[in-house]
């Protein structure tokens, strides 16, 4: 692409040099420049790409973009801008040719339930016959192509390359998790949005927002960037900051009266859950393969997209009896043993008292086992609540590590057990054990029949992460170990 044709999408930029290189490629990341790159140098927490220049020069980039004065070779072509991560995002939209306009681009954001939502909706739209890719916390679906994520929203320049690709493969609707970082660090600049769903608010992230008060105008933001419609959920204590920035029509869902799409006659067993849909004065009955009233509000917030977009209720109903079991969210492992063990991602207290309230629906007379820990360099604030709420809903608890990074698990531990004995301890005890395998062997060598063993907080994760390593680590394929030497799946 012609470099003043390219730069063209970012206004009030300053121009220096005099050469108009041909642009073959955009990075943000000097070891990935290729020759005749556009390198766009990002100031992050650990890393200037200012101080990059020369090694992405050295690697063939023909012209930078700037936002400090730096020394570049005479009459080296470069755009001076004053937010190079807006500047990102409007310079992949132009060179991939403005990708999300030619697709019909779902945002899912919130605090807990974003990654289920998205299969949700995903599984709806394929029901009505269109085409559609997914890109998440878990991983990124282009067609039949499945892609590992790094994180949970991309980097703009990474997610407008998925979403031309997603354009390539015929795909016509997408769907995507919108995370806080990634609307703070302008990661979203370039996209647009149709349609925009918040599933709810709680407590986290807070190392990087630092007050639930920034949380919220962060989240609260996207809503103000959608073309289409947007879908609030009714429920939420902080829905009025959410619908005072949409500009698009609003469609509320919940379960309480003055919902506009309500679930009542609410019916659970242990393989799924039915109700009925009130919508305008209309009813219809569905079914989901899921368990616990939080996967009712999971369904209900795409069942409302989906009638914003004036979907057929034969296709909502026929795409979420259909709808796939999400990685690590209460996800059984099953060997045949005469108990329930139970992985799931929860790792905010609102996420483990959703989970732990499920399991005791499906194990009223039995025990509840929990094993969990929280994350190093993270929102330490949550740390005793959670065990609060472990302490409160459990039967026994098994504290331990979760992905501890640089902080000491000892530390995050101890914390977490601050908050477990500031009332009534568990009805059976609470143990600490930082080796997180042997942690939920023991919490599975414990269980008896009727029980049940709930992993939480790393769900589909498959690696763990400690000051300087990385291990692999699943917590399915550890119970499937600790089960096996219990004698099960043999």
């Known amino acids: ?289 899921l368990i616990g009233d939080f996967n009712v509000y999971n369904a209900l917030g795409v069942i409302a997209v989906a009638l914003q977009m004036s979907l057929d209720p034969q296709a909502i109903q026929r795409g979420l009896a259909q709808a796939p079991q999400v990685p690590g969210r209460f996800e059984t492992v099953d060997l045949g043993q005469d108990f329930l063990v139970v992985v799931d991602y929860a790792h905010t207290p609102d996420g483990l008292e959703n989970v732990l309230k499920t399991a005791r629906s499906l194990v009223p007379t039995g025990q509840i086992l929990c094993v969990f820990g929280c994350g190093g360099d993270r929102d330490r604030g949550k740390r005793p609540r959670m065990g609060r709420v472990a302490a409160d809903l459990a039967d026994y608890v098994v504290v331990t590590s979760d992905n501890p990074r640089s902080e000491d698990p000892e530390r995050i531990c101890a914390e977490i057990e601050g908050g477990i004995e500031s009332g009534a301890l568990p009805t059976q005890g609470y143990v600490r054990i930082l080796e997180r395998s042997s942690a939920i062997e023991h919490a599975i060598g414990r269980a008896g029949p009727g029980d049940l063993v709930l992993i939480a907080g790393k769900g589909h994760e498959t690696q763990q992460e400690f000051k300087g390593r990385t291990i692999q680590f699943d917590d399915r394929q550890v119970a499937k170990e600790a089960l096996r030497k219990r004698g099960y799946g043999k």
């Open 1 to 289: 692409m012609d470099w003043r044709e390219l730069i063209d999408a970012v206004p009030d930029a300053e121009v220096l040099g005099s050469a108009a290189p041909n642009i073959t490629g955009v990075a943000y990341d000097s070891r990935k420049v290729q020759p005749g790159d556009l390198f766009v140098c990002i100031e992050g927490a650990r890393f200037d790409g200012h101080d990059y220049i020369p090694d992405a020069i050295a690697r063939g980039a023909v012209a930078v973009v700037i936002a400090k004065s730096v020394s570049l070779p005479p009459d080296f072509p470069a755009l001076r801008v004053a937010n190079s991560r807006q500047a990102l995002g409007l310079l992949a939209q132009r060179f991939y040719g403005d990708p999300t306009a030619r697709l019909t681009l779902v945002g899912i954001t919130g605090t807990n339930g974003k990654t289920t939502s998205t299969y949700l909706l995903k599984s709806i739209l394929e029901a009505a016959g269109y085409k559609t890719g997914l890109t998440g916390t878990i991983e990124t679906i282009l067609g039949d192509k499945r892609l590992p994520a790094t994180r949970t929203t991309a980097e703009s320049l990474d997610f407008l390359r998925l979403m031309a690709q997603m354009v390539d493969e015929g795909i016509t609707h997408g769907v995507a998790e919108v995370s806080s970082h990634a609307i703070a660090l302008d990661r979203i600049v370039g996209s647009r949005y149709a349609y925009g769903l918040l599933t709810n608010i709680s407590q986290d992230h807070l190392d990087f927002h630092q007050t639930l008060e920034h949380y919220v105008e962060t989240k609260a933001a996207f809503f103000a960037t959608l073309g289409r419609g947007a879908v609030i959920n009714f429920d939420e204590t902080h829905k009025g900051r959410f619908l005072a920035k949409c500009q698009v029509p609003v469609l509320t869902y919940g379960l309480r009266e003055g919902a506009a799409v309500r679930a009542t006659d609410l019916k659970t067993t242990p393989q799924g859950t039915s109700f009925m849909v009130n919508h305008r004065g209309g009813t219809f009955p569905i079914q989901i393969p």
